[in-house]
């Protein structure tokens, strides 16, 4: 069974930085691709950051030149390194992941818990 374990969310002032972390685990045959949405309260889900298996980066426009994504293909795991950070950036990060399990021919997408990221002002 695959599944996708956030950390690093947590409560810091406006200005201030955090990293996301979202390791992947279980019987992983390939990663194609990881990434980050959020969702506030009362609002819609939305992209934060995606990287795919090349090293491909795409990010939201709220997040450019502030985030940045990455990955280590050894530990499945995906970063999030959030700078400068505003209020509006408070919201519920989720991890997902397209994954390919040993037991499958297919990649499905993969969803974590959700960590809390709240900015103060």
């Known amino acids: 069974q695959v599944q996708l374990v956030e950390s690093g969310g947590g409560l810091v002032q406006a200005g201030g930085s955090l990293r996301l972390s979202c390791a992947a685990s279980?019987?992983?045959?390939?990663?194609?691709?990881l990434g980050w949405y959020r969702q506030a309260p009362g609002k819609q889900s939305e992209l934060v950051a995606s990287i795919i298996i090349g090293g491909s980066t795409n990010y939201a426009d709220s997040g450019k030149g502030r985030f940045t994504i990455s990955r280590d293909n050894a530990k499945n795991t995906v970063y999030l390194q959030m700078n400068s950070l505003k209020p509006e950036d408070s919201a519920v990060y989720y991890c997902?992941?397209?994954?390919?399990?040993?037991?499958?021919?297919?990649?499905?997408?993969?969803w974590g818990e959700g960590t809390l990221v709240t900015v103060s002002s």
């Open positions: 997902y992941a397209a994954i390919r399990p040993t037991s499958s021919s297919y990649y499905s997408p993969y």
């Open positions: 279980g019987a992983i045959f390939s990663i194609k691709s």
